[in-house]
């Protein structure tokens, strides 16, 4: 035994050696303890990950959530790892959909994961007057990202499916607030060409301006003739279905607000002479031409134009930093029989062209 430690101990005296070893024993208790309360809350967790037609898939990320210990599945789907009973596995492959499921008293796993395309056709689609499995359709219906759509500025719907949606051209000059030019069944046609729109089953006509992206729950696209059973010669472009946010039944006030402001220019322009220049080289092409000098471009005449008195780069006088802002504020709730929804919308924005750009404020009831 170490010499300080028997000077200690003899210190301390029959009293402190008593008090030094009952603390000693309750540190080791309460560690046993823990570790037995560990050892019953850990326990090894067994399954099998297979896909929608049972076969096995290898390779399934098999994660302990939030935190650091996981494992993969092997080529018969079957995996191992220990876990708690209060924690949850998150089971992950690229291509299907991801999955929690709660670890608990369970010790064997059977798990089936859908495959991204299998999710899609879960989808509900709204379609004429009613609501449809997107696997149940026999049409050509596109479901439009409306959370995608929001997180670009702009000021007219038909704008947003620019990209969007395929087999759907969106056209347009640049101009904010023009209205550009939709077509969704091809350009071979007559006439107008742009597709009706449909808000709350409610056939709005060919354009849908001073409409606030704020206020789309859900979009789709009906791009075959079969639209023209519920629509009409109406549909004969296709259709675009909006459907709005609404308020719930039994709840409470809810406040919404969202907003942004930002900023337009342009990042590059094209590289012009400057009076001078243009009138050397001028006065060089009129000399290799044998042709006289233009009076404009002649110094010793009485019309020359001096580079001090003309000089303007019309970019540089026209472009201007355009400043876009939009505010939403939305108003939701309801009782026991009634539901209500109340938006209003504020949309600004000055282009890069000096005196362009619309101001838009709209206002919706539901």
């Known amino acids: 035994m170490n010499k300080n430690v ?3 101990l003899s210190f301390a005296g029959p009293t402190g050696l ?3 070893f009952s603390r000693l024993l309750a540190v080791m208790l309460l ?7 560990m050892a019953q809350n850990s326990h090894v967790v067994r399954g099998v990950v297979t896909n929608e037609q049972g076969a096995p898939l290898a390779n399934v990320s098999v994660q302990i959530k939030n935190g650091t210990i996981g494992t993969v599945t092997n080529e018969n789907g079957a995996f191992k790892l220990e876990a708690s009973t209060s924690d949850s596995l998150v089971f992950s492959l690229i291509g299907n959909q991801t999955q929690t499921l709660a670890v608990g008293e369970r010790a064997n796993f059977k798990v089936t994961l859908l495959s991204d395309a299998a999710a899609i056709l879960n989808d509900v689609v709204v379609v004429g007057y009613g609501t449809q499995k997107k696997s149940d359709l026999t049409g050509s219906v596109s ?13 007219n719907m038909s704008t947003m499916l620019e990209g969007r949606v395929a087999g759907v051209n969106v056209t347009s000059d640049g101009e904010p607030g023009a209205d550009p030019t939709v077509r969704i069944r091809g350009i071979g046609s007559f006439g107008d060409v742009s597709p009706l729109y449909v808000v709350d089953g409610v056939p709005v006509g060919t354009t849908i301006r001073d409409f606030s992206p704020s206020d789309i729950e859900s979009m789709q696209v009906l ?5 023209a059973a519920i629509y009409g010669s109406r549909a004969a472009n296709g259709v675009v279905i909006i459907t709005t946010k609404h308020g719930l039944k039994n709840s409470k006030l809810k406040v919404n607000y969202s907003g942004y402001v930002g900023m337009d220019n342009v990042p590059k322009t094209i590289s012009v002479l400057g009076t001078s220049d243009y009138q050397k080289i001028n006065n060089m092409s009129r000399v290799n031409a044998g042709q006289p000098l233009w009076s404009g471009n002649d110094p010793s005449s009485a019309d020359y134009i001096s580079a001090d008195s003309l ?3 019309w970019q540089d006088a026209t472009f201007v930093t355009g400043m876009r802002q939009d ?12 539901t209500y929804n109340i938006s209003m919308d504020y949309y600004n924005q000055q282009g890069t062209f000096v005196g362009v750009g619309p101001s838009i404020i709209d206002i919706h009831f539901v």
Request: hydrophobic share 35%; aromatic share 0%; with cysteine.
């Open 6 to 8: 028997t000077k200690l």
């Open 311 to 313: 000089n303007t780069d």
């Open 327 to 338: 505010h939403a504020l939305g108003l939701s709730g309801g009782g026991e029989n009634s």
């Open 223 to 227: 791009k075959d003739a079969s639209a």
């Open 18 to 20: 008593c008090r030094i």
């Open 143 to 155: 479901i439009v990202d409306v959370d995608n759509l929001k997180k670009v500025s702009n000021s």
């Open 31 to 37: 560690v046993t303890v823990s570790s037995q309360l």
